[in-house]
Every structure is written in C-alpha cells, then in structure tokens.
T-cell receptor, first 114, second 109 residues
Framework: EPEVTQTPSHQVTQMGQEVILRCVPISNHLYFYWYRQILGQKVEFLVSFYNNEISEKSEIFDDQFSVERPDGSNFTLKIRSTKLEDSAMYFC????????????FGSGTRLTVV | SQQGEEDPQALSIQEGENATMNCSYKTSINNLQWYRQNSGRGLVHLILIRSNEREKHSGRLRVTLDTSKKSSSLLITASRAADTASYFCATANNNDMRFGAGTRLTVKP
C-alpha cells in the first residue's frame, strides 16, 4: 500500500535554529498538508498546498513557517528561528483531491527544541 | 469553529462490547472523516462520510451524520483489544480539514 514518508523521525534542535522537515507524499496525490500535534493535545492544521502554492493556512502558520515542493517528489516544511513551543509531532499528509478524499498521513517527525 | 469536538474524551469497555463516539461541529462542511491514532504514531484514515450522506458502513465501523444537528457518531461493533487507540473526527471544507480533540478508547481483554 502506498505510504507517505517523513524524515527524520526525530529531530532535536537548538532554540533559534532553522529546521527543515521532509515528506515524500504518495506519487499520484495532488494535495499536500502539514499538521502538528503538541504532546497530549489535538492535531492542529498548519497548511495545505496545491499546484505549487499554498491554498489554505491556519493562524499558526505565520512568517516563521514556509513550505516548498523543491522537486517532483519532496514536500518540505521549514521552521525559521525555532522556539521552545514549536516542540511537537509534525505530520505530513497527502490526498488525491480537495473534496471528499481521505488523507494519507505519514508517521510524523518528532521535533524537540532545546 | 469548523473543527469537531468529540465526546466522550475517554471510553473504557470490555472486549466484545460496542463503542460509540460522538462528534459535534459548528460550521458547514463538505464531508466528515474519522481517523485513528495509536499512541505516538500517525493518523490512519478510517471512513469518510459526505455531507449528503446519512450513514456509512465499513467492516465493524458504522458512521452516521446529521447535518441538521451538526453531529456525527462512530460505532465500533464487537470491539477488540487491538481497537485501543485515540479516535478523531475531522471536518473538511475544501482544502481545510480540522480535527477535534479525540476520544481515547481502551478495550480491555
């Protein structure tokens, strides 16, 4: 069964550093998403991406965050100048369409900011 | 807000019993989806019900949707210990899907 792959599985970074979280969506999917889950809390929507541009973003997704699809397979989330409160699980997902399609999620990257 | 809110927050049952989880939301939606998350793992898509559907089945899962009450329920029949997980409803409007806080289900053997 096709999978969404995320790397690394765990990233530890110093406060103030930049991190890039990587995702390889399912190859025939057209829509891509990032979510985050702070430990013990709800899964929060960050951003959706289609046709090489952001289609929706939440209030969490401020100037500190950016997304990119640098080539035909990768989808990245960059967090500039990380803060302690950015520590969370970050999940990438993809779907075939924008309406009435389930999302396939990756296993997540656990980001720890120290 | 668009996102769903699940009820109860936690549910503990014996193997073989049925588990019912509820979800309420506040805005209009294209569809409502249920996901499962094992501790520390990714989310697994279980079932999607469109806004014009009222009930859907998949194996031991039964989902209902009442758009007039803005609520949905997920029923797991004949539960197994392996069903122990957190279950989330997610409401979708175009490219924006939001999750509720989840129901933590524990099925005791």
């Amino acid at each position: 069964e096709p999978e969404v792959t995320q790397t690394p599985s765990h990233q530890v970074t110093q406060m103030g550093q930049e991190v890039i979280l990587r995702c390889v969506p399912i190859s025939n999917h057209l829509y891509f998403y990032w979510y985050r889950q702070i430990l013990g809390q709800k899964v929060e929507f960050l951003v959706s991406f289609y046709n090489n541009e952001i289609s929706e973003k939440s209030e969490i997704f401020d100037d500190q965050f950016s997304v990119e699809r640098p080539d035909g397979s990768n989808f990245t989330l960059k967090i500039r100048s990380t803060k302690l409160e950015d520590s969370a699980m970050y999940f990438c997902a993809s779907s075939q369409g924008s309406r009435n399609y389930g999302y396939t999620f990756g296993s997540g990257t656990r980001l720890t900011v120290v | 807000s668009q996102q769903g809110e699940e009820d109860p927050q936690a549910l503990s049952i014996q193997e073989g019993e049925n588990a019912t989880m509820n979800c309420s939301y506040k805005t209009s939606i294209n569809n409502l989806q249920w996901y499962r998350q094992n501790s520390g793992r990714g989310l697994v898509h279980l079932i999607l019900i469109r806004s014009n559907e009222r009930e859907k089945h998949s194996g031991r899962l039964r989902v209902t949707l009442d758009t007039s009450k803005k609520s949905s329920s997920l029923l797991i029949t004949a539960s197994r210990a392996a069903d122990t997980a957190s279950y989330f409803c997610a409401t979708a409007n175009n490219n924006d899907m939001r999750f509720g806080a989840g129901t933590r289900l524990t099925v005791k053997p």
